[in-house]
């Protein structure tokens, strides 16, 4: 599959590219492992002189479409060389990739939870060399899933209080549609499997409970709840997505940050179409002079929704990014939707690190036409 890319520092051209999944019939609650392979791109600078294990391993996204919509982050398995794909002469080959012409292997998994026909479409990627996005509207579909539907007459849902939390936190579980008066299961799991995380809770005459989960399970991706002794389509509801994240170090002395202007302009979008407007954030400096090994520090974001004229608004999960960074043993945060639940940028310990971001902004069809700001705060802990 061949799609246009434009890519920064200033390239454009072709990227020939595969991507794979390990079961194209999933159920609702199956994790999906997407395998997205650069066999070639559009050349980009090498990296400069310097050890290649300091620089950061190849990442990129795959869109979903169709039943399911979101993004799936994939990166480089670790040790693979970070240059990925590079310049002239070592991209004319047949393979049209890096050193060896092996391209670039880039892995993610993703929690099904929606029936139907869900679409991959390869996304934007970030080398050693530099950020590519998908040039145009958006690139072809490459690989088509098909979800068997759940039992029509299974009413029962569940809503969390969170869709994230540091490994202990207690989150709010609420569910509808269950057997009055049953005992009901609440649950994580990772992928198909369960975890350690559980609460029992009682449905009320109307056939709803509410609990507080304890996920102190690093391995959970997801929170289901059920009546009787093990989920199932049929009496329990779907899962929802959860996410554990790495405690973050308090703040102390010596932990600074500043940001090469605030303001973020992104392109017009033609009327009526959906469409994509892509930008980069202002390059921001963290310096931490607190002292190797005393804390690492985290760098996070939150978008408000954007406002435009008489009230219109593009939901700010709309704007994703593909995060970059360098220096203090910086690592960029995974590619993804920022919005206002907020996104890991980064996250590094002592010294210097620079980070960057190239944003896109995905506006919906026959939006109102005008001028839209939203709010991006970024906090530094």
Do not use: H
Not at 36 to 61: I, N
Not at 168 to 185: K, N
Not at 255 to 268: D, E, H, N, S, Y
Request: aromatic fraction near 4%.
């Amino acid at each position: 599959m061949e799609f246009p890319t434009r890519c920064l520092p200033a390239a454009e051209g072709p990227t020939t590219a595969r991507i794979e999944v390990d079961d194209p019939s999933p159920g609702v609650g199956d994790t999906v492992t997407v395998t997205y392979r650069l066999d070639r791109t559009p050349p980009v600078p090498r990296p400069g002189p310097g050890p290649r294990s300091a620089l950061p391993a190849p990442t990129g996204r795959v869109l979903l479409g169709g039943a399911q919509t979101g993004e799936v982050p994939v990166s480089a398995a670790p040790g693979a060389d970070p240059g990925g794909v590079v310049t002239g002469a070592e991209a004319s080959g047949p393979a049209g990739a890096g050193a060896g012409g092996s391209g670039v292997v880039m892995k993610g998994s993703f929690v099904v939870t929606e029936p139907g026909e869900i679409t991959l479409a390869p996304g934007g990627y970030a080398l050693a060399g530099g950020v590519c996005g998908v040039a145009g509207t958006s690139a072809p579909v490459a690989r088509l899933l098909t979800v068997a539907p759940l039992p029509v007459m299974n009413l029962r849902g569940v809503a969390l209080g969170t869709s994230y939390g540091e490994p202990g936190a207690r989150v709010r579980v609420t569910g509808a549609g269950f057997t009055p008066g049953a005992a009901v299961t609440v649950a994580g799991r990772a992928g198909a499997a369960g975890t350690a995380d559980r609460a029992v809770a009682t449905a009320d005459r109307s056939g709803a409970f509410g609990v507080e989960l304890v996920v102190a399970d690093r391995g959970t991706t997801g929170v289901v709840a059920y009546e009787g002794t093990a989920w199932s389509p049929e009496r329990g509801a779907r899962p929802r997505a959860y996410a554990v994240v790495e405690p973050t170090a308090p703040a102390g002395g010596g932990l600074t940050m500043t940001q090469a202007g605030a303001a973020i302009t992104l392109g017009p979008v033609g009327y009526g179409g959906a469409g994509g407007s892509a930008g980069r954030i202002g390059t921001v400096t963290v310096v931490d002079a607190r002292g190797a090994g005393v804390a690492r520090w985290t760098l996070r974001g939150k978008l408000t929704d954007f406002t435009g004229p008489d009230g219109a608004r593009i939901p700010g999960a709309s704007l994703s990014w593909i995060p970059s960074c360098g220096g203090g043993g910086c690592v960029p945060g995974p590619p993804g939707a920022v919005g206002p639940e907020g996104a890991v940028l980064a996250s590094g310990e002592g010294g210097s690190s620079t980070v960057d971001a190239a944003v896109t902004l995905r506006v919906p069809a026959y939006t109102p036409p005008g001028a839209y700001r939203a709010a991006l705060t970024l906090t530094l802990s």
